[in-house]
């Protein structure tokens, strides 16, 4: 089982503010991703990496941007925050074992809030 | 296109009885894997069970089983034995090589287990 943090747990700030989320993982797993879930809903893709230096967007289009510079580390930033940002934001990681059932582990999740 | 469909928004079991939350899926590949994963109100996703297309028996991990029913396109959820800990979103998620192997998550049946 994959060990993935995420700071801040929760995060409320007010529009046009930048932040960043931070996702960390100890296991070594080349594979990171980014989901954004609204209440009640279901996940959905936003960013994704599968090594250091490689970023690919998700299946839903977002305003945030990601960076690779570290395998352990996944940052997701957005410059300039409005309210329909507000969500849940999950980072999950894999081992790339090339097969279907290569398994994400997720952090705790950060829930955000724009006032 | 991929697509995960949970029908059941929330469910409710007593508590030491068995449920099954309902999974179907529809993908044109033949090689495929189905997944299960826990969402308490903390928020964390925690990862259950797997089946895979190929794969000849239902998985089971622990109280957890997968009733996998390949020409009905369905990968059912069954906990024996509920508890109070049980009390979560539940999510049904697949992969498949059409999707880029991406996990497509359902929509989620909340859980609630009583006394």
């Known amino acids: 089982e994959a060990d993935i943090y995420q700071t801040p747990r929760y995060l409320v700030i007010g529009t046009g503010k930048k932040i960043t989320l931070e996702c960390s993982q100890t296991?070594?797993?080349?594979?990171m991703y980014w989901y954004q879930q609204d209440p009640g809903m279901e996940l959905h893709l936003i960013h994704y990496?599968?090594?250091?230096?490689?970023?690919e967007k998700g299946d839903l289009s977002s305003e945030s941007t990601v960076s690779r510079i570290r395998t352990e580390h996944f940052p997701l930033t957005l410059e300039s925050a409005r309210p329909s940002h507000t969500s849940q934001y999950l980072c999950a990681s894999s081992e790339s074992s090339g097969g279907l059932q290569e398994t994400q582990y997720f952090g705790p999740g950060t829930r955000l809030l724009v006032l | 296109a991929q697509k995960i469909t949970q029908t059941q928004p929330g469910m409710f079991v007593q508590e030491k009885e068995a449920v099954t939350l309902d999974c179907t899926y529809d993908t044109s590949d033949q090689s495929y894997g189905l997944f299960w994963y826990k969402q308490p109100s903390s928020g964390e996703m925690i990862f259950l069970i797997y089946q895979g297309s190929y794969d000849e028996q239902n998985a089971t991990e622990g109280r957890y089983s997968l009733n996998f029913q390949k020409a009905r396109k369905s990968a059912n959820l069954v906990i024996s034995a509920s508890q109070l800990g049980d009390s979560a979103m539940y999510f049904c998620a697949m992969r498949d090589t059409g999707g880029g192997n991406k996990l497509t998550f359902g929509t989620g049946t909340q859980l609630k287990v009583e006394l």
């Open positions: 296991m070594g797993h080349d594979k």
């Open positions: 990496s599968y090594g250091v230096n490689s970023t």
